[in-house]
C-alpha cells in the first residue's frame, strides 16, 4: 500500500545532540510537510518542500533544519535540541491537483523524540 | 492567515449515540476542509473530507457537512462504538496554502 513512513518510532536523544528523524513516502506526491506535536495540542507546522522548494514558517526556530534530497524522502534535522523540543515529530505529504487544489494530505506515523 | 476552531475540546458519549464536533474557519478562500481522528501514539488518520463545491459527505458511520455562508463545517459520527475513541480535529486549507487545524475534541465512547 501506499504510504508515509517514519523512522525511527522512538528516539532519545542526549541534550544538544544533533538527530536526524527521516520520512519518506510511496505516494508519489509533490509537497511534504514537518509538523511538530506536542501533548494535547494540534500539530504545528515547522516547514514543508513543494517539489524542491523550501518553505519555512516564521516561527520555526533556526535549530530545526530539513533536507529533501528526492521526491521520496524528507529529513527533519534538530541540531541542538533542548528539552522543549520533546515532541511527536509527524511527516506528511499532499499533492497538487488541477486548478491549485490541495488535496490529499497523508500522515506517518511519528517519531516520539525524547530529549535527555 | 487562517483560523480554525473547534468545539467542544472533549466530548463524552455513550455506545451507540451520536457525536457531533463544529468548526470554524476565518478565510473565505478556504476550500479543502479534513477530518483527521488520531489515536493514542499515532500520525492523524484521514477519516472524511469535504471541499467547498459540496455541502455534504457522507461515508457508512461518518458524514461531514459544510455551510459556506456561515463558514462553519461539522462531523458526524452516528451509532457510535468503543473503538471511535480518539482526538478528531479538524482542518481547512485553500488551494495552494497548508493545513490550519483546528485544537482537537476528544472523545470518549462508553460501553
Known amino acids: 500500500d501506499a504510504m508515509v513512513i517514519q523512522n525511527p518510532r522512538y528516539q532519545v536523544t542526549q541534550f544538544g545532540k544533533p538527530v536526524t528523524l527521516s520520512c519518506s513516502q510511496t505516494l508519489n506526491h509533490n509537497v511534504m510537510y514537518w509538523y511538530q506535536q506536542k501533548s494535547s495540542q494540534a500539530p504545528k507546522l515547522l516547514f514543508h518542500?513543494?517539489?524542491?522548494?523550501?518553505?519555512n514558517e516564521a516561527d520555526t526556530p533556526d535549530n530545526f533544519q530539513s533536507r529533501r534530497p528526492n521526491t521520496s524522502f524528507c529529513f527533519l534535522d534538530i541540531r541542538s535540541p533542548g528539552l522543549g523540543d520533546a515532541a511527536m515529530y509527524l511527516c506528511?505529504?499532499?499533492?497538487?491537483?488541477?486548478?491549485?487544489?490541495?488535496?490529499?494530505?497523508?500522515f506517518g506515523s511519528g517519531t516520539r523524540l525524547t530529549v535527555v | 492567515g487562517e483560523n480554525v476552531e473547534q468545539h467542544p475540546s472533549t466530548l463524552s458519549v455513550q455506545e451507540g449515540d451520536s457525536a457531533v464536533i463544529k468548526c470554524t474557519y476565518s478565510d473565505s478562500a478556504s476550500n479543502y476542509f479534513p477530518w483527521y481522528k488520531q489515536e493514542l501514539g499515532k500520525g492523524p488518520q484521514l477519516i472524511i473530507d469535504?471541499?467547498?463545491?459540496?455541502g455534504e459527505k457522507k461515508d457508512q458511520r461518518i458524514a461531514v457537512t459544510l455551510n459556506k455562508t456561515a463558514k462553519h463545517f461539522s462531523l458526524h459520527i452516528t451509532e457510535t462504538q468503543p473503538e471511535d475513541s480518539a482526538v478528531y480535529f479538524c482542518?481547512?486549507?485553500?488551494?495552494?496554502?497548508?493545513?490550519?487545524f483546528g485544537k482537537g475534541t476528544m472523545l470518549l465512547v462508553s460501553p
Open positions: 506528511a505529504t499532499s499533492t497538487h491537483g488541477t486548478g491549485g487544489l490541495n488535496y490529499g494530505y497523508t
Open positions: 469535504i471541499r467547498s463545491n459540496v
Open positions: 518542500y513543494y517539489d524542491k522548494d523550501f518553505n
Open positions: 482542518a481547512a486549507s485553500s488551494g495552494y496554502s497548508t493545513l490550519t
